[in-house]
Every structure is written in structure tokens, then in C-alpha cells.
T-cell receptor, first 114, second 111 residues
């Protein structure tokens, strides 16, 4: 099993550009989530999904869009990148539909917005 | 807003010593989890303790939970250089479907 995979590992964008961060898991987990990690802030939940076709907002959803068309994939879209979105982004999945069980994390995508 | 806060923010010890990290949280919880993050990597789950449990062990890890004080501690015994990492607590805040992380403790174990 590859677990949770994320692409790309690094990305540099200019302000106003859009892009999609990819996340996939091969563990047949129903629950998937996106976090951003900033220095001194810990991890903050952006969006999450409890199954295909179902998504919901976390703590910091503004400027981000998600969809869940399959169990395996949960892409995160930046609609119009801003310097404040410079961060490390982590995707995670869990075997339980409640997000408060053990989560498995991907290796992260380091995003810089100029 | 952060649900959990770890204390201390940074901790430096010698190999073989014990390391203790604390986590305080604000609202009632279903469970509390601890994760480790090595530099530049994703988080790895260490241990989960349920709200009706007071203590849990896993190898060299010992976690305690005091729901009356809304606090938890993680003890790593006989630490090794490989334990150098950031450690985060995470709780559900009593709500379903969301896991809220603290700001982390950076542990450095000197060989």
C-alpha cells in the first residue's frame, strides 16, 4: 500500500494563479481532510470529506475549494493564489467517518505564493 | 482557534533522559491523540486515549489524561536521538468529523 500520496511536493505560484493539489489514498478510507501548517500555528483544518460526494468546511476554508468524486481522491483547489496561502499542505485520511479517529497523513506539499 | 496548546514549546534533553510534554485543551472531548512529525515530513499517529481512560502505554510512550483539568501529558522514557521531532496533541473538541491540533512541542534529543 502506498498510503496517502500527495503531488506535487513543491510548488511556486504567482499571486492570482490557480492550481490543484492532488491527494490520493489506497486504503479505502471514507474520511479525508486537508490541513495547512504554518510556523507557530500548528495544523489548521481547511476542508474535509466523510465520503464520496460529501464535503464540508473546516477552520480556514476561504480561498480553497474541494470535491470528492471518488473514495480515493480528494483534490484541493486554490482559486486565486495569495501570499497568505504560502504554507505546507497536508492531506490525511481515516478509516472512520468521524474525523476524530487515527488519521494517516501524506508527506505534504510545500507551496510558495509570490 | 486552536483547541490544544502544548507546553513547553521546545524541549532539549540528553539521550537516555525522559521527556514530558503537556497539552491543554478548551472544550470537552471524545478522545485525545498524540502525533509525531519529523522535520519536513508528514505527521505520524502515536497514541489515542479516550475520554474515559486515564492512562495508556505504548512501548516507551505513556499518556495520561485528566478531563477535569482538560489536560494530557506525553512521557517518552529513555529517549533516543531518533525521538527528535515535533509532537502534537489533537482533539475533536466534542464535535464530530473534525480533529483540531495544538501548536506542538519541538523535542531535541542530544546524543
Amino acid at each position: 500500500n502506498a498510503g496517502v500520496t500527495q503531488t506535487p511536493k513543491f510548488q511556486v505560484l504567482k499571486t492570482g494563479q490557480s492550481m490543484t493539489l492532488q491527494c490520493a489514498q489506497d486504503m479505502n478510507h471514507e474520511y479525508m481532510s486537508w490541513y495547512r501548517q504554518d510556523p507557530g500555528m500548528g495544523l489548521r483544518l481547511i476542508h474535509y470529506s466523510v465520503g464520496a460526494g460529501i464535503t464540508d468546511q473546516g477552520e480556514v476554508p476561504n480561498g480553497y475549494n474541494v470535491s470528492r468524486s471518488t473514495t480515493e481522491d480528494f483534490p484541493l483547489r486554490l482559486l486565486s493564489a495569495a501570499p497568505s496561502q504560502t504554507s505546507v499542505y497536508f492531506c490525511a485520511s481515516s478509516y472512520s467517518t468521524s474525523g476524530w479517529n487515527e488519521q494517516f497523513f501524506g508527506p505534504g506539499t510545500r507551496l510558495t505564493v509570490l | 482557534s486552536q483547541q490544544g496548546e502544548e507546553d513547553p514549546q521546545a524541549l532539549s534533553i540528553q539521550e537516555g533522559e525522559n521527556a514530558t510534554m503537556n497539552c491543554s485543551y478548551k472544550t470537552s472531548i471524545n478522545n485525545l491523540q498524540w502525533y509525531r512529525q519529523n522535520s519536513g515530513r508528514g505527521l505520524v499517529h502515536l497514541i489515542l486515549i479516550r475520554s474515559n481512560e486515564r492512562e495508556k502505554h505504548s512501548g516507551r510512550l505513556r499518556v495520561t489524561l485528566d478531563t477535569s483539568k482538560k489536560s494530557s501529558s506525553l512521557l517518552i522514557t529513555a529517549s533516543r536521538a531518533a525521538d527528535t521531532a515535533s509532537y502534537f496533541c489533537a482533539t475533536d473538541g466534542g464535535a464530530t468529523n473534525k480533529l483540531i491540533f495544538g501548536t506542538g512541542t519541538l523535542l531535541a534529543v542530544q546524543p
